[in-house]
Every structure is written in C-alpha cells, then in structure tokens.
C-alpha cells in the first residue's frame, strides 16, 4: 500500500502533463540557461578587447580541454545508464554506473583545477633564433621577442613568467567568472549524486517506484554537460583557431 502511494505521488496528474517537481526543474535550468547565456554573451563582446597578454592563444591547451570534454561526455552515458539499471531496479548496477558518474565528474573538476594553477603560473617562451616577423607572435610574446640581444637573452631564449589571473586583463575576468560558475555547477552536481548514492543503502530511500529523484538529477546532469559543449566550442576553439 505504502508503495502504490508512493508511485502514486511520483507521477500525480497535473495540467500540464508533468510532475510538479519536474516543471520546477525545468523552469530552473531555463533560467540557468539564461544566466549562462549572459555569461557566454559577455565574453564574447568583451572578446580581443584585452590591451595586453595573456591572451586564449597564449595559454589554452586544446588537446587537454578535449580530454577532459570527453570524460564529462561519458558521464552523461554513464548517468543514463544508472537510471536505466535503476528502472530495472537493478541495485548494484545502479550504483557501480551512478558512483563512476560521479567520479567521471570529479575527473574533469580537476581537470579544471590543473588548468586554473597552469594558467595563473604560465611561463612564456621566445626562441630568439626563430623569431622571423615579430608582428605573427602574440602580444606577450612581442615584448618578451623585444628582448633578444639584450642582457635578458639566455642561450637564445627569453623567458617570462605572465600568469592569467581574473585581475590580468578582460580575458581573464570574464574567462574565470564563466568557466568557475560551470566548475561550481558540475561540483553541486558531484554531492548531488553522492547522495542519491548513498541513500539507495537505505531501503525504500531509492527505488524504481521513486524513479523521479534520480531523473531530476539526471536533467540537471545533462545540462551542464551541454553547457560546456557550448563553452568548449565558443570559448577554447573560436579563441585558439579565430577561422573555426
């Protein structure tokens, strides 16, 4: 009886047709969707406005981005496959696919992290001997080409420490505000599952009849993984290849 109840206020009718938690969520991620969208708005009018360096083609690492694009893709399989064993009321598959769900996540926030403290400690580089046109290079590696055959050159190279940090330039404020809101997204996201996880050691805490809990994690999982499909595409890849 107790169960028939709780199926019964998993999918209690309504006009529109859906759950009222679920309208709830959805009308969350819209307004998360234009809060991104105003992020994303923002970096891109303030784009090439910044009077010195660091600059996107100064210090992204596209091929490690794209790693770590790829581990939070898989965790939009692995969370559609938790709630498919879920469904099945497959207990222990639920958790194996919903605990690397989670760890995929932490995967990439310390992606995020590594990329932070590599930007912020970036050391900059000019051989000397391959400096042909000093207008290709970028801005800080202009000033820095302008001091080979000085007293700065050592054995051809000049070298400088310019790290990126919100305070640096436009780049460095609107790039951190946008991809650190993401990062405090994907990690609420990380506790969020954590804790469906270990309350299905409870019983009756998560089960199939209670299915709605897990899907509104879902919807939510899924969001902010097509957000950083987003943020990727326009912010990384526009700005190391401006023809993309």
């Known amino acids: 009886m107790a169960q028939a109840t709780a199926h019964h206020d998993e999918h209690e009718p309504t006009t529109t047709g859906l759950n009222h938690r679920k309208m709830l969520m959805w009308a969350f991620l819209g307004s998360d969707c ?42 939009s399989m692995s969370m559609v496959l938790a709630y498919a064993a879920l469904r099945r009321n497959s207990m222990k598959a639920f958790r194996i696919w919903l605990a690397s769900t989670c760890m ?23 051989y000397c001997a391959e400096v042909v046109d000093i207008s290709e290079l970028s801005p800080v590696k202009q000033q820095l080409a302008m001091k080979c055959g000085t007293e700065a050159e050592h054995n051809g190279v000049v070298e400088e420490v310019v790290g990126l940090t919100p305070k640096t330039n436009l ?3 609107t790039f951190y505000t946008l991809t650190g809101f993401h ?7 990380i506790v969020w599952l954590l804790s469906l996880f270990f309350l299905s ?4 805490m998560v089960t199939p009849e209670r299915d709605l809990d897990l899907d509104l994690a879902a919807l939510y999982w899924h969001f902010v993984d ?19």
């Not at 708005?41 to 490690?64: E, W």
């Not at 990062?183 to 996201?189: D, I, K, R, S, Y």
């Not at 097509?226 to 993309?244: A, E, K, N, Q, S």
């Open 183 to 189: 990062g405090a997204h994907v990690t609420l996201g």
């Open 34 to 75: 234009m809060f991104f969208g105003s992020l994303i708005a923002t970096y891109l009018v303030y784009k090439n406005r910044s009077i010195a360096g660091p600059l996107p083609v100064d210090v992204f690492d596209i091929p490690v981005t794209t790693v770590s694009t790829f581990v939070l893709l898989m965790s």
């Open 201 to 204: 050691f409870k019983k009756g």
């Open 104 to 126: 995929l996540g932490a995967t990439f926030i310390a992606f995020q992290v590594y990329e932070f403290y590599t930007f912020v400690n970036y050391e900059h580089k000019v």
């Open 171 to 173: 780049f460095g404020s």
């Open 226 to 244: 097509v957000v950083w499909i987003v943020i990727f595409t326009v912010v990384y890849l526009f700005g190391v290849f401006p023809g993309f």
